[in-house]
């Protein structure tokens, strides 16, 4: 499974969206236009928009880089979870002047970990059960066999396959 790119956006220092490149489009919801001007904060949700206000405040006061995990609400009401990791982009005085925000969808990494646990499981079962396994593909081919199998036919498991 590929893996998912990481959408970004860039706001001016209260959240309101000036660019929002296709990855935020696909995890927000809707088309670029129609998410300028729009505000972060209502694509958070309530204790996403708490951490926000704080974020900013730490922002305002000189602190660059803020990262925090928050459920996502889409244009369909759906919930992403996401990590969201917050820069300020400053001005010549120092002055926060706007915001670059890279959104990471957790679900994604979470779905990869859960198959991946459940193949090596699932593997782990076939390679060391007492029975023989022997999966044969719709042609007929051999596409893999434990070692319980081969060792009932008096093969090696890779004298199988093929």
């Known amino acids: 499974m590929a893996r998912e790119v990481d959408a970004h956006l860039v706001t001016d220092a209260e959240g309101r969206i000036l660019s929002a490149d296709p990855e935020a489009e696909a995890m927000l919801g809707r088309r670029e236009q129609e998410l300028l001007g729009e505000s972060v904060k209502g694509f958070l949700d309530e204790r996403g928009r708490e951490v926000l206000d704080a974020q900013l405040r730490d922002l305002h006061v000189a602190e660059p880089h803020r990262q925090w995990r928050s459920a996502m609400v889409r244009a369909s009401q759906d919930i992403v979870e996401a990590m969201i990791d917050l820069e300020g982009v400053y001005d010549h005085d120092r002055r926060l002047d ?17 198959g991946r646990t459940a193949a090596e499981h699932y593997r782990w079962i076939v390679e060391n059960t007492r029975e023989g396994v022997w999966m044969i593909d719709v042609e007929g081919v051999t596409t893999y066999a434990n070692r319980r199998m081969a060792a009932m036919l008096g093969l090696e498991p890779r004298e199988l396959v093929g």
Do not use: E
Request: net charge positive; hydrophobic share 45%; charged share 40%.
């Open 98 to 114: 706007g915001l670059r925000w890279r959104l990471h969808r957790v679900a994604d990494d979470r779905r990869v970990a859960v």
